[in-house]
């Protein structure tokens, strides 16, 4: 088994599709832990409206692939279509961060993803989710990169969710 990282984002109905994305994962994958969540202001989007972003961290045997196309299957089943533009409101964006110390193109699927050392909405749960976890091409603990990361222009707040209403 593998441990795997997920980043999970909505501003369409946040709460739904947050805990309806969290059971999906609880159902399929072992060991599942969940950052706190988070609502962000939105980056590059022209719609105001904020996102719940939080980290996922599970264990899977699966290949980078079959992860990948879990994700964008359980988008599509929130009301997520292809060809929507990039910065358009989301009902659910999961997006695979890590799957183990995989480095570089796994299955079409570029590991580790790019945003974890660009996005504060990113850095800052996988950092309190793994904080002692070296990231797999920069070796650093994602601890020791949120300490270091400017996130001045990205404002990101704790926000109380129950993941069972």
Known sequence: MTQVSVSIGSNIDREHHVRSCLDALEATFDGLLVSR??????????DGRNFYNLVAVFDSDWSAGELQAWCKRIEQDHGRRKGTPKFSPRTLDID?????????????????RDEILHHAFVLLPLSELLPNTPHPEV????????SEFKADDQRLWPVAFARNP
């Open 96 to 112: 695979l961060l890590t799957v183990g110390d995989l480095v570089g193109e796994h299955d079409g699927v570029m590991l580790p």
């Open 37 to 46: 969540v988070y609502e962000s202001e939105p980056v590059g989007f022209e």
């Open 139 to 146: 070796g650093r603990t994602y601890a020791e990169l949120w």
